[in-house]
T-cell receptor, first 118, second 114 residues
Framework: KAGVTQTPRYLIKTRGQQVTLSCSPISGHRSVSWYQQTPGQGLQFLFEYFSETQRNKGNFPGRFSGRQFSNSRSEMNVSTLELGDSALYLC?????????????????FGEGSWLTVV | AQSVSQHNHHVILSEAASLELGCNYSYGGTVNLFWYVQYPGQHLQLLLKYFSGDPLVKGIKGFEAEFIKSKFSFNLRKPSVQWSDTAEYFCAVNAQTGANNLFFGTGTRLTVIP
């Protein structure tokens, strides 16, 4: 089955603009998480959605937001872009979204969206 | 909150050498542990995972990892590396009683020389 799909793959934005990134999880997966990857900070958790509700949020400013639709597809938005927002944004999905599930809960990543802010 | 330490930032090995990458985590409760690999220009792929049971877990491409609870460690090993193993390796953890988000280490870049 298809993996986690993210669009667009590459984009360039100007400081002050906003950007919306899209993620389609693996079919049947209900949990979608977003991560930011930069050379300096590594991989950092942004937020997680499950059944259209934000369940968890990382330590990022309010300019970073997201949502999840009824078909589990998710979008994240970054407003008032700053140069430091240049990063690879990764979407991940999992079936149960429950870390304590007996069979485990494997998290699968998409290829990411490369955002460059100039 | 959980945290993960990967002490080796860059490891250079010749083909056929043995590999061991260190990973230590900080959390007092029960955790799930993962190793992901990121090949140049590709997305994160799951190498192996540990949730419970046998602390020695085998993953894809001949990799294995051992969970040592007393040492809060989950080191990755491979007996004989290949040039194609050149990649960045990330250790990650989440708490079984916690939220479904991963805490990643800073990664270890592995370069295998043919």
């Amino acid at each position: 089955k298809a993996g986690v799909t993210q669009t667009p793959r590459y984009l360039i934005k100007t400081r002050g603009q906003q950007v919306t990134l899209s993620c389609s999880p693996i079919s049947g997966h209900r949990s979608v998480s977003w991560y930011q990857q930069t050379p300096g900070q590594g991989l950092q958790f942004l937020f997680e959605y499950f059944s259209e509700t934000q369940r968890n949020k990382g330590n990022f400013p309010g300019r970073f937001s997201g949502r999840q639709f009824s078909n589990s597809r998710s979008e994240m938005n970054v407003s008032t872009l700053e140069l430091g927002d240049s990063a690879l944004y990764l979407c991940a999905s999992s079936f149960l979204g429950h870390a304590a599930s007996p069979s485990g809960n494997t998290i699968y990543f998409g290829e990411g969206s490369w955002l460059t802010v100039v | 909150a959980q945290s993960v330490s990967q002490h080796n930032h860059h490891v250079i090995l010749s083909e056929a050498a043995s590999l061991e990458l260190g990973c230590n985590y900080s959390y007092g409760g029960t955790v799930n542990l993962f190793w992901y690999v990121q090949y140049p220009g590709q997305h994160l792929q799951l190498l192996l995972k540990y949730f419970s049971g046998d602390p020695l877990v085998k993953g894809i491409k001949g990799f294995e990892a051992e969970f040592i609870k007393s040492k809060f460690s989950f080191n990755l090993r491979k007996p004989s590396v290949q040039w194609s193993d050149t990649a960045e390796y990330f250790c990650a953890v989440n708490a079984q009683t916690g939220a479904n988000n991963l805490f990643f280490g800073t990664g270890t870049r592995l370069t295998v020389i043919p």
